[in-house]
């Protein structure tokens, strides 16, 4: 039986995406060879595959480290971050996904791949939704409705989003972090 598999292993799969086993079981049927019938999780886009493996196939197992952290500030394009943990600080560059709805004091996890004992960052898990203040958008005139639906706000992050027409500076959206698209209206 083939005992490198187990639920909650990293491995590499279909153009070095990492996916972690979220289910296994070895299957021997009455005719043929044995194989092992996994469920993988990409860990980055979440989406689910179901993978058969020869009972001979060796997985290389991928070693992924998570870790929480905290946003503290932004200094041009690069972003300042401490592990709430340990305290230590690193500093991330704006081209990772979802990284413009950062806001300040906000916690949310960062996932590592361990490479010969350096960390690369593989991506940054912000939460689903996030509330964020607008702090500049065109006022509209009274009828000026009918061919405009949405107009440009400007959060507080400095992140440009589409909010409707009826959105005033100085409001409170709630924004889905992974379309990029306005939820509904917050009153704080």
Same mark, same amino acid.
């Not at 081209?95 to 590592?112: A, D, Q, R, S």
């Not at 991506?123 to 500049?136: C, G, Q, S």
């Not at 500076?169 to 209206?185: A, H, L, Q």
């Given at each position: 039986?083939?005992?490198?598999?187990?639920?909650?292993?990293?491995?590499?799969?279909?153009?070095?995406?990492?996916?972690?086993?979220?289910? &296994?079981?070895?299957?021997?049927?009455?005719?043929?060879?044995? &194989?092992?019938?996994?469920?993988?999780?990409?860990?980055?886009?979440?989406?689910?595959?179901?993978?058969? %493996?020869?009972?001979?196939?060796?997985? /290389?197992?991928?070693?992924?480290? @998570?870790?929480?952290?905290?946003?503290?500030?932004?200094?041009?394009?690069?972003?300042?971050?401490?592990? *709430?943990?340990?305290?230590?600080?690193?500093?991330?560059?704006?081209?990772?996904?979802? +990284?413009? %709805?950062?806001?300040?004091? +906000?916690? &949310?996890?960062? &996932? %590592?791949?361990?490479? #010969?004992?350096?960390?690369?960052?593989?991506? *940054?898990? #912000?939460?689903?939704?996030?509330?964020?203040?607008? /702090?500049?958008?065109?006022?509209? /005139? /009274?009828? $000026?409705? @009918?061919?405009?639906?949405?107009? *440009?706000? @400007?959060?507080?992050?400095?992140?440009?989003?589409?909010?409707?027409?009826? @959105?005033?500076?100085?409001?409170? *959206?709630?924004?889905?972090? $992974?379309?990029?698209?306005?939820?509904?209206?917050?009153?704080?």
């Amino acid at each position: 039986m083939y005992t490198n598999i187990k639920k909650g292993l990293y491995i590499l799969h279909n153009n070095n995406d990492i996916y972690k086993i979220i289910d &296994f079981l070895h299957v021997k049927p009455g005719k043929g060879y044995a &194989f092992i019938r996994t469920k993988l999780k990409n860990i980055m886009t979440g989406h689910i595959l179901e993978i058969n %493996f020869s009972a001979k196939h060796k997985i /290389k197992k991928e070693k992924i480290e @998570i870790e929480s952290y905290r946003y503290l500030y932004r200094c041009q394009n690069l972003y300042y971050f401490m592990n *709430i943990k340990n305290y230590d600080q690193i500093q991330i560059e704006k081209n990772y996904k979802n +990284i413009e %709805f950062l806001k300040e004091g +906000i916690e &949310f996890t960062i &996932f %590592f791949h361990v490479k #010969n004992n350096n960390k690369i960052i593989l991506f *940054i898990k #912000n939460n689903p939704t996030v509330i964020l203040k607008v /702090k500049y958008t065109e006022s509209v /005139k /009274k009828g $000026d409705t @009918i061919n405009k639906a949405n107009k *440009i706000a @400007i959060l507080e992050t400095k992140t440009k989003l589409l909010v409707p027409t009826f @959105i005033n500076s100085g409001e409170y *959206i709630k924004i889905n972090t $992974d379309s990029k698209s306005y939820i509904e209206r917050v009153r704080k």
